[in-house]
């Protein structure tokens, strides 16, 4: 499939997804020039008119939504058998591998996520349209953070013709409502239920029902209480736990009665006024009230037929076995009467002895001092509740913090009393959770942060020829591999750019000189280029390209420009310079500034009697000389010498 073109404008580029019905196809729709998302029937439904009439019904349903939060159709086609789907293109994840990499989700995310969810279902149901199949597989997860719903497959337009639906359940059993589990009508309150899932699955990092099989699953949504998200995360506010308890109850009647009223609960339900309510109940009905019952069905009926078949056949073998009895009683001799009275009346006292003490048996059910087990590996803590008389219930869950098979939590808790043969539910450790290492290389730095900071990862820095500065360049552990962050070294290296090294100062110095300095900072010299200057003769007075202080790369020729020897214009001058003093030690500085250079100290000495000292000074037609006499650290005299004046 990868490389065709379908409906002459839709090139498939890459498989991204797929479900139970279709695959999942990133595309280029060349004619508008954009992303799209192929969806195509799987094969071996391709002659199936069924799964084809619920494919179209797909396109349909979705195609008549226009929603910020549902991910809009594009086109529906048909080509060599392949029916296919074109819908908009959302770069990002689904909400499920956001939980599976993160766990539970922080609740201020978890509720924004819930609330565009409900703003799609909303729409949804006003436009006639219930999805039915609600999980975080069918929620993406937009880079911008918008939360949009996808795979309207087997959604349902409700309208007063059809109103049921039979042979088959269609949905995902860890995400269905209890009228879904028994094959009953699917309504807007069922995404309300599936959605309660999604959010229980967010705020605790695991769905509330699981089994060895999609039945015994569906039985558990029928039958079964969830446990509550704060014995499994403590930090829930009550107010949030209140939301999934309404958006979770069996009985559609006590649920929200929509999911604009299942937002606006959520909107508010994190205000500080609310984080403490509590906790929600359904106040049910008493024994008379209407009651929601199951339909009753042929098999039923015809159950119900041999078992009153069965009863009446006892019941004719009973009046068989009392006329034969009511014959022999009349040969009976008169003293058995009173005989049979008083063995009937003892009999019916030891009855009533033996039901008075199985009855107070059966009510009076003895109470024992809940242990402590929390801390426990599982097996002891197990062990200890059946040794006295309770029965473990098992739940687990990653944690960072505490050991494989530790109990992280009981309840009820310790130290409360409890009856005998009372359930315990143990939140049991799964141990570290192993996260899988992103794709890091060619990645901007900035990222490191964003994905790996909680990890505390080591980055190092290398220059690089290929790789820019702050791109990282190497990652260990390698992307796609799964470590636990506990005991993996996480190192992230980043790019420096090209290597290089900072340009020494050669003007001034011998050519030797400069080629050692050269050497040791790994760079060469290069052409070495005799010039006229103000230097002396042998000095290089230029460096070509790199001045000094700037960057070059590791093993750059370096041109030298060295002096020949003054030029041809240049003047060259002795001064006898007196300095007087006091027959006293005194420090004498001479500075010259001349054609070859500013404020040059030529002379500093201390001398104890005056002296005279010669003064060598090199003027050029644009730079005069200039003596200055310093004695003791103090300024004492400044004489010119002008260029026109030297001979």
Same mark, same amino acid.
């Given at each position: ?368 001092? #809940? +242990?402590?087990?929390? @801390?426990?590996?599982?097996? =002891? $803590?197990? /062990?200890? &509740?059946?040794?006295? *008389? !309770? %029965? ?110 900072? #340009? +020494?100062?050669?003007? @001034?110095?011998?050519?030797? =000189? $400069?080629? /050692?300095? &050269?050497?040791?900072? *790994? !760079? %060469? ?123």
């Amino acid at each position: 499939m990868i490389g065709r073109r379908l409906g002459g404008r839709y090139e498939v580029k890459q498989r991204v997804g797929g479900g139970g019905m279709a695959v999942v196809y990133k595309a280029h729709d060349n004619l508008l020039n954009r992303t799209v998302a192929l969806k195509i029937l799987r094969s071996q439904f391709g002659h199936d008119d069924d799964f084809i009439t619920r494919f179209r019904r797909e396109a349909q349903a979705a195609a008549s939504l226009s929603h910020a939060n549902v991910v809009n159709v594009y086109d529906v086609g048909v080509e060599d058998d392949i029916q296919y789907i074109v819908m908009e293109y959302v770069e990002g994840q689904t909400l499920k591998e956001l939980i599976i990499d993160q766990g539970a989700l922080p609740v201020e995310q978890a509720v924004e996520i819930a609330m565009q969810i409900c703003d799609a279902l909303e729409h949804a149901h006003h436009n006639h349209i219930i999805h039915r199949d609600i999980k975080p597989h069918n929620i993406l997860m937009g880079k911008n953070g918008r939360v949009k719903v996808t795979d309207f497959g087997i959604a349902r337009a409700v309208s007063s013709a059809t109103i049921t639906h039979t042979g088959s359940v269609i949905g995902s059993v860890h995400y269905f409502s209890p009228e879904q589990a028994r094959g009953g009508i699917s309504g807007e309150k069922s995404d309300i239920y599936s959605l309660g899932i999604v959010l229980y699955e967010m705020i605790t990092g695991s769905v509330p029902f699981s089994g060895d099989s999609p039945i015994s699953v569906a039985l558990k949504h029928l039958q079964e209480e969830i446990i509550a998200p704060r014995e499994i995360n403590p930090s829930l506010p009550q107010s949030l736990e209140n939301v999934v308890l309404r958006a979770l109850v069996k009985d559609p009647l006590y649920r929200y009665q929509s999911a604009r009223e299942m937002q606006l609960d959520l909107k508010t339900c994190l205000n500080l006024e609310r984080l403490n309510e509590p906790k929600f109940v359904v106040e049910h009905d008493d024994e008379e009230a209407t009651r929601m019952v199951p339909a009753i069905t042929p098999a039923m009926l015809r159950e119900h037929e041999m078992s009153m078949k069965e009863d009446e056949a006892e019941q004719e073998e009973q009046v068989v076995e009392d006329g034969d009895s009511s014959i022999s009683t009349k040969q009976r001799p008169k003293w058995v009467k009173p005989a049979s009275w008083t063995g009937f009346i003892t009999l019916l006292i030891i009855a009533l002895i033996y039901s008075f003490n199985l009855l107070i048996g059966m009510i009076y059910v003895p109470e024992l001092v #809940m +242990p402590s087990v929390e @801390g426990m590996p599982l097996e =002891e $803590a197990q /062990n200890e &509740l059946i040794a006295k *008389g !309770l %029965k473990p219930v098992v739940h687990t869950r990653p944690s960072d913090e505490i050991p494989e098979n530790e109990v992280i939590r009981q309840s009820p808790p310790a130290d409360m009393r409890v009856k005998k043969n009372s359930e315990v539910i143990l939140i049991v450790s799964q141990g570290e959770k192993e996260v899988m290492m992103p794709k890091m290389i060619a990645e901007s730095e900035e990222l490191i942060e964003e994905l790996l900071g909680r990890y505390n990862p080591t980055i190092e820095r290398k220059s690089s020829d290929e790789y820019a500065a702050g791109i990282i360049m190497a990652q260990q552990p390698p992307e796609g591999e799964m470590f636990l962050p506990s005991g993996t070294d996480i190192i992230i290296t980043v790019s420096r750019g090209k290597e290089t090294v900072r #340009m +020494p100062t050669l003007i @001034g110095l011998k050519v030797r =000189e $400069a080629e /050692n300095l &050269l050497r040791e900072n *790994g !760079l %060469k010299r290069g052409k070495i280029k005799e010039e006229p200057s103000y230097m002396e003769k042998g000095t290089v007075f230029r460096q070509y390209p790199f001045q000094p202080g700037s960057q070059a790369s590791p093993g750059t020729e370096i041109e030298l420009g060295v002096s020949s020897g003054y030029p041809s214009e240049a003047k060259t001058v002795t001064e006898p310079v007196l300095v007087l003093v006091d027959d006293e030690p005194t420090d004498i500085r001479i500075v010259v500034t001349d054609a070859r250079g500013k404020n040059r100290e030529l002379i500093k000495k201390t001398i104890q009697q005056s002296d005279t000292f010669d003064v060598e000074v090199v003027v050029s037609p644009t730079q005069d000389g200039t003596i200055m006499i310093y004695k003791n650290g103090e300024f004492i005299e400044r004489r010119p010498v002008p260029y026109e004046d030297v001979s």
